[in-house]
């Protein structure tokens, strides 16, 4: 396990840090730390502004290939460039779904057109994307999505008809990926086309889910008869659900570290508190605060394992553990935080409904363990791919 | 690489029958396995430095071998002998210490023998007392838990001074000394007795006379060997649980293809992972500590993370295991029960979980200054 990074690497974190000082500042000062997970909805414009300025410092999609605009930098690098973009308070990137979705995929399996069309609006800033993969009847089952494509000839474009849920800032995006079914006597794998969608059109309705935090960065989006040109299917249809896969493969972990550091300062700030108001001298909290400690530290060893595994892409013992990991870490911190405020836990910071960092936290992070694949259906991928158990029986979809 | 020799000397030669066999005779030691260790293998020698005949290499050799010893209970006295090759490099411009770290590397077993511990592993532990007399000295009392059973050529012994620590050598067929096995829960890990009534030792017998401030770093680096064992333990139990239910029929089916007998084994893997990744840090900082570049609170914090992580890790896993076996899982027959004794036994060595999550709560919440991550 490497526990330091190199002279060049640190150079590079350096210059990372540096850049990032003198302009997360004047106006941008006020989204330093917003926009995270649970926070999303906030503050979108400055952040739209604040993902051009990314883009103008060469500072968006450093992992992408030279000819198309990125760095070319290696995964150290892009861990490095996460990690301080978390440590200087970056806010919450509106751009991520296209740099560290659309665009791998693209790069993998999209046409020399595709790439020329949409990679620079990405790699500019300019032109935001979304995620088009659950439906109500498809979540954890993905490849049950009954949303369906169909080929006009005469137009030569798409027609597509159906319902996607959980679509983070819909409202503020320009596209969404779409996995749909193109061939309608095909179930589960196949038939399944992937597609480039305009968000702009009369056929693309959004609605926001109000949460239990009374915020709404979720959407669903309701497709009726939108229009995507013939142009737009990336790979062929029936080869949607290898496409929607390998882009399940693209995250490496690289914002991993990032993700940490946002993990530290709520548990500093859940320490700091237990000091302060004296539930620290309590044995069980303090047994609770330093196992929330190791953990943490498990988080972080986890991923330089992780990260120094091979290269082939394939998912390694501790990568298959991680979602697991942190998230049943994080949720335990919420509960831990309620614990550690007590009863001060309970009152809001305004009415109606203005929650406290802390609050939501605790109320947020009951999501943790559901999206990106529950707790539940972790365990099943680590029990099936890693210790080779029997496969769950399928019934009839 | 040094795991897959490892592995493959073990799976041949330290297989449950030789375990079982090694747990029936009197020292509870497989005498000819740790001879054939210390002749073809030479991993008594990995810590001893080079210049005395050994090899020179970290804590991360000595984990990644421990390890292994822990998934096949390989009942060898290897962390004992380490213990004291880390102790003695403590005191190495001593000529003794140089005599016996040559003596360790050439397969000398030296136990390490420092505490009584009712109920503190640390210095408050020791029970034993030297006293200088114009001879020497003096050392009377008693150590409990010595890591080789009642096997060893000789001790290195801490030993009270006033308010100091001592660091004494005692041959074991020394007058005085009585030195026997304890009999133990867990039958794979022979533990010693040492009782010293008025042995006498001279001058160049006594190490050191204020070595108090060693003993800690010593400690922590011992958890980090017994970490090693746990990981270990913690994978050959879920192992062996895994391979139990995919042959296990019930209902038509295997039951490794029921959801609650999955959900429990990937539990059981996410703490083996978990473990492991700490593991593997704790021994990069414990060679760090050997080498003089990490400060020692690192090396404390990165012992007790790992000695709560590793501890629940290995019991967890060893008790679910024999729940995942089912009837047969409490039976002698089965090599579950044995990790479970065996997990149970070194969660307790060098203290709990538990205590180790409370010296880690008293640096982040009694310290004057707000810690920094």
């Given amino acids: 396990m490497q526990l330091r990074f190199t002279e060049a690497d640190e150079q590079f974190r350096g210059e990372v840090s540096d850049w990032l000082t003198d302009n997360l500042a004047g106006d941008f000062s006020s989204i330093r730390h917003r926009g995270g997970p649970g926070d999303e909805h906030v503050y979108v414009e400055e952040r739209k502004a604040w993902e051009a300025r990314l883009a103008e410092g060469g500072w968006t999609c450093i992992g992408w290939p030279e000819d198309w605009g990125g760095k070319g930098a290696t995964i150290e690098q892009q861990v490095i460039f996460n990690e301080e973009y978390a440590r200087a308070g970056g806010p919450g990137r509106v751009g991520h779904i296209g740099e560290t979705l659309t665009g791998p995929t693209l790069l993998a399996f999209g046409s020399e057109s595709q790439k020329q069309r949409y990679l620079p609006g990405i790699r500019a800033g300019k032109e935001l994307w979304c995620q088009g993969y659950s439906e109500p009847g498809a979540g954890s089952d993905l490849s049950a999505v009954r949303t369906r494509a169909v080929l006009d000839e005469s137009t030569q474009s798409w027609r597509i008809t159906g319902q996607k849920v959980w679509t983070s800032l819909a409202h503020e995006s320009d596209f969404v990926f779409v996995l749909a079914r193109t061939d309608l006597a095909e179930k589960g794998h196949k038939g399944l086309g992937f597609f480039l969608v305009p968000m702009n059109q009369p056929g693309v309705t959004i609605r926001p889910i109000t949460q239990l935090t009374g915020t709404a960065e979720f959407n669903e989006v309701f497709f009726d008869d939108a229009l995507c040109s013939s142009d737009d299917i990336v790979g062929e249809p029936g080869q949607g659900w290898k496409i929607a896969m390998g882009l399940l493969g693209f995250e490496r972990g690289v914002s991993t570290l990032g993700q940490q550091m946002l993990f530290q300062t709520e548990l500093d700030e859940i320490i700091r508190i237990a000091r302060e108001n004296g539930t620290g001298k309590n044995p069980a909290i303090r047994q609770r605060i330093a196992e929330a400690h190791i953990g943490l530290r498990t988080l972080r060893y986890n991923s330089l394992r992780m990260l120094s595994g091979g290269d082939d892409g394939s998912l390694n013992r501790e990568a298959m553990i991680y979602k697991l990991c942190w998230s049943s870490w994080h949720r335990n911190l919420g509960k831990l935080a309620m614990d550690v405020l007590g009863p001060e836990a309970e009152i809001l910071e305004a009415a109606p409904y203005s929650l406290g960092r802390l609050q939501s936290l605790f109320l947020f992070t009951r999501a943790d363990t559901i999206y990106g694949g529950t707790n539940q259906i972790q365990r099943n991928i680590i029990a099936e791919r890693a210790l080779g158990m029997p496969r769950e029986p399928r019934g009839e979809s | ?373």
């Fill in chain 2, 1 to 373: 690489m040094l795991r897959d020799s490892v592995e493959g000397f073990l799976s041949e030669h330290s297989d449950s029958p030789a375990v079982r066999a090694a747990m029936a005779s009197n020292s509870g030691i497989d005498e000819r396995l740790w001879e054939k260790i210390c002749t073809d293998m030479y991993w008594q020698a990995i810590l001893v430095p080079e210049e005395f005949g050994g090899l020179g290499l970290g804590l991360l050799e000595v984990v990644i071998v421990l390890e292994q010893m822990g998934r096949f209970l390989t009942p060898a006295p290897l962390a004992a002998g380490t213990q004291s090759a880390l102790a003695l490099r403590t005191v190495v411009d001593q000529p003794l210490a140089k005599t016996m770290l040559d003596d360790l590397a050439r397969g000398q077993l030296v136990a390490f023998a420092h505490t009584a511990a009712r109920p503190h592993w640390d210095g408050q532990g020791v029970e034993i007392v030297a006293t200088e007399v114009p001879s020497g000295w003096t050392l009377q009392g008693e150590a409990r838990f010595i890591a080789s059973g009642n096997s060893a050529d000789a001790l290195l012994v801490v030993a009270q001074i006033d308010n100091k620590l001592g660091l004494f050598r005692v041959a074991a067929n020394q007058a005085g000394v009585a030195f026997s096995r304890m009999p133990t829960m867990d039958q794979t890990r022979p533990m010693g007795l040492l009782q010293l009534s008025g042995v006498a030792v001279n001058g160049e017998d006594c190490l050191a006379t204020d070595w108090g401030q060693h003993l800690e770093a010593v400690l922590d680096l011992s958890r980090i060997m017994v970490g090693a064992e746990q990981v270990g333990c913690a994978q050959a139990s879920l192992d062996q649980s895994v391979s139990y239910v995919s042959e296990r029929v019930q209902f038509g089916r295997t039951i490794a293809s029921y959801q609650a007998i999955k959900h429990k084994a990937a539990d059981m893997m996410l703490k083996v992972e978990s473990a492991r990744s700490l593991l593997y840090y704790a021994a990069c900082v414990g060679d760090e500590t050997l080498m003089a570049t990490a400060p020692s609170a690192d090396l404390r914090e990165a012992a007790a993370m790992l000695a709560s992580s590793a501890g629940d890790a290995a019991f967890f896993c060893a008790g679910t295991g024999i729940q995942l076996h089912g009837g047969v899982g409490i039976t002698e027959e089965y090599d579950i029960q044995l990790y479970f004794k065996r997990a149970r036994s070194m969660e307790a060595y060098l203290g709990r979980p538990d205590e180790q999550r409370e010296v880690l709560a008293a640096m982040l919440l009694d310290g004057d200054d707000c810690h920094a991550a």
